[in-house]
């Protein structure tokens, strides 16, 4: 399996980035992942990457998309951050990813029993950690229910696992929001821009 070139990513538009996302997702559940040589993907990228996409996903380590999406060396843009939101750091890179090296879809990728979500869940404070989960409380708060507050914390994996999926949704938007350059990107059809969730227990990422 070669990595990626100029042409075979000029090739790929958003609609067969997503697939090949899918499909690898696919051979990634069910043990059939395609057999590459990693150190000629080394090689064959020294000279320049040609990345078909960008996803962004938590730190969390049983989520790693170059596994869960089996692909190589040179074939995706990796952004990790625990509870997977945007900044202006994270947004200039998307920019770059997508606008500059030409990535054809841009992934949010939420996950099931998120520790950071969690932590927003319980309103956890613990140094510079009180930060980062200031920025996802925001979904806790937009979830109505339960409204009894006793099942509004992380013992309680339904409710962490809507939020997870509520925080992806709210960095789509905002993604839209502050990123002129990725809205029109989007709007002119040269990129997807999709959310996702990732099932810890099955392995399987559902897009939505």
């Known amino acids: 399996m070669k990595a990626h070139t100029k042409e075979t ?5 958003p609609e067969s980035a997503l697939k090949a996302l899918q499909e690898g997702n696919k051979r990634f559940v069910t043990s059939k992942m395609l057999k590459r040589d990693l150190n000629r993907q080394v090689a ?30 040179g074939d995706l843009f990796s952004i990790r951050i625990a509870g997977n939101f945007v900044n202006e750091d ?13 990535t054809k879809v841009l992934v949010v990728l939420g996950h099931t029993a998120c520790g950071a979500v969690k ?8 140094g510079n950690l009180t930060t980062l989960i ?41 993604i839209r929001r502050k990123s002129a350059v990725l809205k029109e990107l989007e709007d002119d059809g040269a990129l997807k821009i999709i959310g996702g969730m990732y099932d810890i227990g099955s392995g399987l990422v559902e897009f939505y």
């Not at 994270?90 to 030409?102: D, H, N, P, R, V």
């Not at 932590?119 to 613990?126: F, M, P, T, Y």
């Open 119 to 126: 932590g927003a869940c319980d309103h956890a404070r613990l």
């Open 9 to 13: 990513q000029a090739l790929m538009t």
């Open 90 to 102: 994270i947004l200039g890179s998307m920019e770059f990813a997508c606008k500059l090296a030409g």
């Open 44 to 73: 064959e990228t020294a000279s320049g990457q040609y990345p078909f996409a960008t996803v962004l996903h938590c730190i969390d380590s049983r989520v790693s998309a170059e596994l869960i999406f089996d692909q190589g060396i």
């Open 134 to 174: 200031n920025k996802i409380e925001p979904a806790v708060e937009a979830i109505d229910i339960p409204k009894d507050e006793a099942l509004r914390t992380s013992k309680n994996i339904d409710f962490v696992n809507e939020v997870a999926k509520k925080n992806v949704e709210m960095t789509l938007d905002a």
